[in-house]
């Protein structure tokens, strides 16, 4: 009875100390239509299980989370996970993280270019979105991200077809008050959206996929508050984009990790 009571105790107590969660699945979303979003990639396991989510933004190579190393290969072209057949490219990678990331997304530098083994030809399921450099977002903005996974929290269920959901860009003085009563200093070079005075974020699942505004990738899906995402609660955290488009035009440039 006493080592139940331990282990019921430091399962809470991890649950309270674990302040950040790594993005995951999309919360009171819907199916993405057929043909739209054709940059989405799944990013997946050596048990061919979906762990992320990612972008593509050149012939040759993903945008996704530093957190999310733990894939091995991705897959493109398609919305159904369980529709991977010859015209849904599967690929394998090589991992190029910003060189800052350190161990955890709570400490900022959360991105990762993924080299494709493959140059992929464009047609209307694989193609391209194109990298804010300088959009000013505005408050209450809305913008849009999308995922493969479970719509609950704390569940390995995931969905099959990939889902997407509106959200509004939350001010970043005030995403930082509502993180700090939780005694949480965000890292610099982040945006805040959704989860907060809202019932639409992601969830762990979702990592590495865009936040796209106005038609363009401005953030990456980094970590929410606790793996709650029985929104509302704190704003979702997002990598901003902008502060590395020199590094990731570099890497695509040299075509290898610099």
């Known amino acids: 009875m006493m080592h139940s009571l331990f282990t019921f105790l430091l399962v809470h107590l991890l649950a309270w100390l674990c302040q950040y969660a790594h993005g995951s699945k999309i919360i009171h979303g819907k199916k993405v239509p057929d043909g739209m979003m054709p940059y989405m990639v799944s990013l997946q ?102 995922g493969w996974g479970s719509t609950k929290t704390k569940t390995k269920d995931q969905v099959v077809e990939l889902q997407v959901v509106d959200i509004p860009i939350i001010n970043r003085k005030v995403c930082d008050k509502e993180w700090q009563k939780s005694n949480v200093k965000l890292p610099e070079n982040v945006i805040c959206a959704g989860g907060y005075k809202t019932k639409s974020g992601f969830c ?48 695509l440039k040299k075509k290898q990790c610099v």
């Open 45 to 146: 396991n050596n048990n061919n299980a979906h762990v992320c989510g990612g972008f593509l933004i050149s012939e040759e190579f993903v945008l996704t989370a530093a957190h999310c190393d733990n894939a091995t290969h991705v897959v493109l072209g398609t919305h159904n996970l369980k529709k991977v057949d010859n015209n849904a490219r599967k690929q394998s990678v090589m991992k190029c993280k910003y060189p800052s990331y350190h161990e955890s997304p709570k400490f900022g530098f959360d991105i990762m270019l993924l080299k494709l083994s493959q140059k992929v030809s464009l047609n209307k399921k694989v193609n391209l979105i194109r990298l804010s450099e300088n959009q000013n977002l505005k408050d209450n903005q809305k913008c849009r991200v999308a």
């Open 204 to 251: 762990q699942g979702d990592s590495g996929g865009p936040l796209v505004c106005g038609g363009m990738a401005v953030g990456i899906v980094s970590f929410n508050f606790r793996k709650d995402c029985k929104y509302p609660n704190l704003p979702n955290i997002y990598t901003e984009i902008k502060t590395y488009v020199p590094w990731i035009k570099e890497t």
